[in-house]
T-cell receptor, first 109, second 113 residues
């Protein structure tokens, strides 16, 4: 059974600092997604990672995928308040898509 | 504008009273799915549909039904809602199963009392 674990679940960080969110999964995967959700809003697609070693970057966010370790990371560089949100990873295996529990990120001045 | 539209956005109902949450997309997408979001559990897939008249169970299908008579619409039906179905529901669509970008609806917050 495909299981997805994200950590940490809550993250409070200072503006300007760097941090990494981790997404571990239990079986082989066809692809991995990262989403952002603002309070009371829907999910916004950030990245799709399709192969081992894939790295995608957008602004202060960088996502990577290690399929051998069954691990994806979302790295935040020099955080700003606008990045405060909940971030989800989602892993797809065959027709099964499983989400992590989410990481609620709060960036403080 | 490309979008996934869910209705209603908020719904309070009583146990056992049948309800339908509608989902419509205007992008001619083949793949559509329903999720529920509960605190600490992330999103869990309820049902998905690869195309018209093709639906299948996701992770938590019990207590739900779906239909896909037209490509654009994918309603979620709760025949006899119970309090444990109180949740935030999202509909999503993508061009085909496996295409990178999934579009999510704005969500439906359902409370069953």
């Amino acid at each position: 059974e495909l299981k997805v674990e994200q950590n940490p679940l809550f993250l409070s960080m200072q503006e300007g600092k760097n941090y990494t969110i981790y997404c571990n999964y239990s079986t082989t995967s066809d692809r991995l997604y990262w989403y952002r959700q603002d309070p009371g809003k829907s999910l916004e697609s950030l990245f799709v990672l399709l192969s081992n070693g894939a790295v995608k970057q957008e602004g202060r966010l960088m996502a990577s995928l290690d399929t051998k370790a069954r691990l994806s990371t979302l790295h935040i560089t020099a955080a700003v308040h606008d990045l405060s949100a909940t971030y989800f990873c989602a892993v797809v295996n065959n027709n099964d898509m499983r989400f992590g529990a989410g990481t609620r990120l709060t960036v403080k001045p | 504008e490309a979008q996934v539209t869910q209705n209603p956005r908020y719904l309070i109902t009583v146990t056992g009273k049948k309800l339908t949450v509608t989902c419509s997309q205007n992008m001619n997408h083949e793949y559509m799915s329903w999720y529920r979001q509960d605190p600490g559990l992330g999103l869990r897939q309820i049902y998905y549909s690869m195309n018209v008249e093709v639906t299948d169970k996701g992770d938590v299908p019990e207590g739900y039904k779906v239909s896909r008579k037209e490509k654009r619409n994918f309603p979620l039906i709760l025949e006899s809602p119970s309090p444990n179905q109180t949740s935030l529901y999202f509909c999503a669509s993508s061009l085909y199963y496996g295409t990178p970008e999934a579009f999510f609806g704005q969500g439906t917050r359902l409370t069953v009392v």
